[in-house]
């Protein structure tokens, strides 16, 4: 079946650090996005992705976030100069048409991320 | 704000019992809805998704839908203890934002042997 791959499965930085994390999504699927889950918190959306461009972000995603499709294949997040309360569970989702009532994206593993 | 709410439990069911899962959410233009199963430390996991009233079932599953009401739940019938994890609902203003899925917290579920 096919999966969204994220790397790495766990990243520690330094406070202020810049840290990417990259997420390969399912080849046909077309909307990308990056939710995040601090530890025992829900699941929070931070931005979706569609035709190179950003269709939505949150009020999370502030200017110390950014996203890019490098090349055909990867996704990824990239936050700058990183801050205690950045330590979450980042979670990449794919999905591939809007037409059949539902968008329904599938999720990836998660990349931990815990700053220091 | 949009709010999907949820009891966070912990539901506790005997095996082989019914485990029956709600939630209820804010914004009457949210089109779809959908139940993930959310192992501790592991990424949501989607059971199914529902966006007319009434019910759909899959396997030992059934989602109910209240556009009415704004509430849907979630039955599993004949849980089994593999079936203990955080149950999250999820609802999307399917129209508007091309998939941005609104989380409520999670009812953690435990079926007991």
């Known amino acids: 079946e096919p999966e969204v791959t994220q790397t790495p499965s766990h990243q520690v930085t330094q406070m202020g650090q810049e840290v990417i994390l990259r997420c390969v999504p399912i080849s046909n699927h077309l909307y990308f996005y990056w939710y995040r889950q601090i530890l025992g918190q829900k699941v929070e959306f931070l931005v979706s992705?569609?035709?190179?461009?950003?269709?939505?972000k949150s009020e999370i995603f502030d200017d110390q976030f950014s996203v890019e499709r490098p090349d055909g294949s990867n996704f990824t997040l990239k936050i700058r100069s990183t801050k205690l309360e950045d330590s979450a569970m980042y979670f990449c989702?794919?999905?591939?048409?809007?037409?059949?009532?539902?968008?329904?994206?599938?999720f990836g593993a998660g990349s931990r991320l815990t700053v220091l | 704000q949009k709010e999907v709410e949820q009891n966070s439990g912990p539901l506790s069911v005997p095996e082989g019992a019914i485990a029956s899962l709600n939630c209820t959410y804010s914004?009457?233009?949210?089109?779809?809805f959908f139940w993930y199963r959310q192992y501790s430390g592991k990424s949501p996991e989607l059971i199914m998704f529902i966006y007319s009233n009434g019910d759909k079932e899959d396997g030992r599953f059934t989602a109910q839908l209240n556009k009415a009401s704004q509430y849907v739940s979630l039955l599993i019938r004949d849980s089994q203890p593999s079936d203990s994890a955080t149950y999250l609902c999820a609802v999307q203003n399917y129209g508007g934002s091309q998939g941005n899925l609104i989380f409520g917290k999670g009812t953690k579920l435990s079926v007991k042997p």
């Open positions: 989702a794919s999905s591939s048409d809007t037409s059949s009532g539902a968008n329904v994206l599938t």
């Open positions: 914004d009457r233009g949210s089109q779809s």
């Open positions: 992705f569609y035709n190179n461009e950003i269709s939505e």
